[in-house]
């Protein structure tokens, strides 16, 4: 059983108890343990179930690299999937429940699956589910999902927060083991601006586990004298629990902090996103150790050795009382020997090397461990826990020698240095065969902006795997980071490490060799997503050659742990059945995040009222205090109308529409794009940017204008109006605002260049209402003495006024059909102002009315709008504005374009008015059917709806639309599809439906 | 003029620094060759401030001016002083090619003072906001979180932001929650 020791646990504050449950189970571990630890601690071993066969599982590692760890952590608002039990630390009131599992952990129903095993090979799904081709999405992935898959999505809305924050820096070190902080003190002592980043709570990494000596002295007195020296340093910044999740081009990397998870409820946010500019960048990530493939594999019980070693030295848990240890390297002795030294039995250590190991293995020798050279584990025997093993010769096919008992197997088939980030830009890998592993090839980093490498490894993570190497390694990369970055480094010497000296380690892919295929068939590579190896070699027998391909296939690697564990000897295996050497298969791509990090740390401060911008117009709260239903036009809300109480939407529209006709209508059209375009040129350049003629305007007046992109499709409209000799407002749609502004500034800054012209957008400057309706001058006359009349403000002149003591500028001009007043004014006094005119018109019934109603009014007077009449392969030729289109300019943006054949072929569909036949409406971007079929065996069609509304002016349905033949068809009748399968029929008609001769804006 | 409200009419928060919205500040968009004397003179003699360099503000109280790009200069002034020093420089420039307007409603302004003041910035806007980067003076137009921004920083760390009218409330809230009680980050105030 595993449990607690009475010594060891150098991370635990053993005053401090720290209670916790498990599927319900009350637990208790102490300050400073990890989850795994703590479940250890109360014999809890199995923990999970594996993805496909349900098999019992129980911890294997004891850091980031876990693959088999993972519970539902919390409850409710605070559940959150897939927590990996190694890198979460305990704290009080932990609740964790195991995943995958039906219907308890210990009883599953899954696990019949591993009985079916032989006909759930790599590829089955495919195989299986791929005839007949519709089951698939309705028949087969439902179940597989019921069946496969790890952690439940949480159902309520996340109440923690999340931030962001940019940090930038000359030298970025990510990992805070001996490596990271030798780099950070040699690139810190250069006088570089550093941050040094270390995913867990603590400094040092494995090295007080793994022992050795720096100077002299015991590694923990380097780590803690160089924590102390980083700290002093006002240029260095040291920051745990902080993971270096990406790096990307340019030096960016994403750091994830961990901030509050290990204490929930502290004030402040939950995680957050570093997003770091950095010069030069070391990842000093370490490495990771290999499992080795026996049968059995994958039973609690069955850890990496410099797991079982790290739970006894850090946390003082034992996870059995007699553990085997095998291993192809020296590294896994010193697990042995901690174990002897704790009072633990090791019954035997299995060296798959025949010649045996070095000084190490000789120290386990004289504490009285058996060792066995060139012996391999055949099958580790036992369930949901490991009760012994079978050993064999490395060299056979796994013929059982002697059977031990035992409760744990440490295992090791030597270690990966951690290339994640070297990898993650484009850093290339070479395979070193003396130690089989990948490293950094520092010849080929990924290289940045000026074609230099900005990115290097340090210290295991490049493949220095021994002290001695390591810390040379470490400060040289500090150095030279410091040195890339400007700075000047110290000709000091790095800190001399010492250990024992070891013998080489000696690959071993497969446990025993020659391991019959039963053994292949149990024998694990991916715990999470339960690979074996039996399944590689399938996959290369079925042609999957591509080490990609091969992942995909087999989903060696794909599970959350991202093969962490299982690639290199996934693709040893591959090139072993390939026949061809590992550098030739190569490796999956590195893909960040180096572990999963939390999709709300994505998104950071935008959520609830920061989710989004929303823009608000300075009469944003009479709107909405005034029962207003919200239309969100680009990031702006604006009221579509003004419900009163027991109002429906329509009848509020209708009730708008007829009281802006009848007397006073209010709109708030602060939305609208106002752009000042100023200068000796200005005249000129409106009259490139408008297909109509803008410099012949006069002081005073207004004149609409239809502007084009250069392909000579309608990309905006508005009311220009000139303010002086060489000063021009150009209002534009609402979403055109920036856009235009955009459009204008890329032609004077890259065509136009030379012109002397300045534009400024002042949108947001002033707050426009628009006051509209038979009683609109006399409301205004309310406000001011100054000439209203139809000669002192005639239509499309504008003038400044005083109203009530507001300064305004008005423009008589109408979108409506209606005497019409656009008020602007300083957006300061826009509420004021409003108010002003509720009052003044309210013996006139005042109406606010709100976007509805101002499409209603438009379409009935045949107004078009930019984005229904218009979508962007419209030219204003097919709208019949070409009144609108100057025959005297020699040149304007899209004339050329409108030449084309193609624009101006007769056959392309034109506006025109649409009356339904029975006075209905006719439903939105409804198609005109005509008879036949084309060539894809689709109903021709000849006309679409473009703007199609219920007009109470008329009582009737009102529409707009494109039609095959245009204004020459007036009178014929059209058949409409509507969705319910049948047919409506609707008369083309003249699209100005109301007040035909204009008579209403000219009101007197 | 007591009808003119700012667009949060000088809402504030207090957290782990300041947030206040200034209320409204005058301001003048003033384009023109700015490296001609008399485009030089006239926002200088408004402002009563030195001339800028590129990416740096000089401000005295409510007046200044902000380099805003190669050809643009934000004229800052007290809110009721725009009309007159508008009058000022078209007399000043006649008959040269520039662009004054006012675009004091257009815009929000707020004020976070507080030893985080560097941070809660550097949670939202993509700037370097360490002492030895951004220094008092310097001007820096920017996006904060989803929407524009610019800001400066005064002799007393109490950073200045100016963002459209708009979108006030937005990054009121933005800056909030940046400056939450708890969610100091001790990265650039140690």
Sequence with gaps: MSTRLATGGRLLNKTCALNFTFNGKRMSGHAGDTLASALLANDQMLIGRSFKYHRPRGVVASGAEEPNGLVGMGEGAKFEPNQRVTTTELFEGLTAKSQNHWPSLVFDLGAVNTKLARFLPGGFYYKTFIQPRAFWKHVYEPIIRKSAGLGKAPKDRDTDKYEHFYAFVDVLIIGGGIAGLQAARAAGQAGAKVLLLEQTAHWGGRAPVDGGTVDGHPVEAFIENTVSELQAMKNVTLRNRTMGSGVYDHGYVLGYERVGDHQPGAAGPRHRLWRIRAGQVIAATGAIERPLSFAGNDIPGVLLASAIRDYVVNYGVSVGDRTVVVTNNDDAYRTAITLKKQGLIVPVILDARAEGGGELALQARELGIRVENGKAIAKVKGHKRVTGVEICAQAGEGAVLEEIDCDAVAMSGGWSPVVHLWSHCGGKLNWDEANAMFRPDATRPPTGADGEGFVSAAGAANGALEIQELLKDADAAGKAAAKATGHSPKRKAAPKGEAEIETPMQPVWLMPQGAHVKLRMKSWLDYQNDVKVSDIQLAAREGYESVEHAKRYTTIGMATDQGKLSNINGLAILSDALNQPIPQTGTTTFRPPYTPISMASIAGEARDECFQPLRKTPIHAWHEENGVYWEPVGAWRRPYCYQKPGESIDEAVNREVINTRKSLGLLDASTLGKIIVKGPDAGRFLDMLYTNMMSTLNPGRCRYGLMCNENGFLMDDGVVAKLDDETYLCHTTTGGAEVIHGHMEEWLQTEWWDWKVFTANLTEQYAQIAVVGPMARKTLEKLTDEDLSAEGLSFMGWKDYTLDGIHARIYRISFSGELSYEIAVRASEGRALWDKLMQAGAEFDVTPYGTETLHILRAEKGFIMIGDETDGTIIPQDLGLHWAISKKKDDFLGKRAQQRAHMTDPNRWQLVGLETLDGSVLPEGALATAEGVNANGQRNLQGRVTSTYHSATLGRGIAMGLVFGGPERMGEVLSFAKLDGTDVQAMIVDPIFFDKDGEKQNVR | ?190
């Design chain 2, 1 to 190: 003029m007591s009808d003119n409200v700012s667009a949060l009419d000088k809402a504030s928060y207090e957290g782990f620094v300041k947030v206040e919205e200034a209320g409204l500040r005058g301001m003048i968009t003033l384009r023109g060759d700015l490296g001609s004397v008399k485009i030089k003179n006239a926002a200088t003699g408004v402002a009563g401030v030195d001339m800028p360099e590129q990416g740096h503000a000089n401000s005295v109280e409510q007046s200044g001016l902000a380099w805003m790009s190669p050809d643009e200069l934000l004229v800052m002034l007290p809110y009721g002083d725009v009309n007159a020093a508008l009058a000022q420089i078209t007399k000043h420039l006649k008959g040269q090619h520039y662009l004054a307007v006012d675009v004091s409603d257009a815009r929000a302004v707020f004020r976070i003072s507080g030893a985080g003041a560097r941070e809660v910035i550097a949670k939202l806007c993509p700037v370097d906001m360490s002492q030895d980067a951004f220094k008092p003076g310097q001007f820096r137009r920017t996006r904060m979180a989803q929407v524009p921004a610019a800001f400066w920083m005064g002799e007393d760390e109490a950073v200045h932001i100016i963002s459209f009218r708009s979108v006030a409330e937005y990054v009121f809230n933005l800056l909030k929650n940046a400056a939450a009680p708890g969610s100091e980050v001790g990265y650039l105030n140690p």
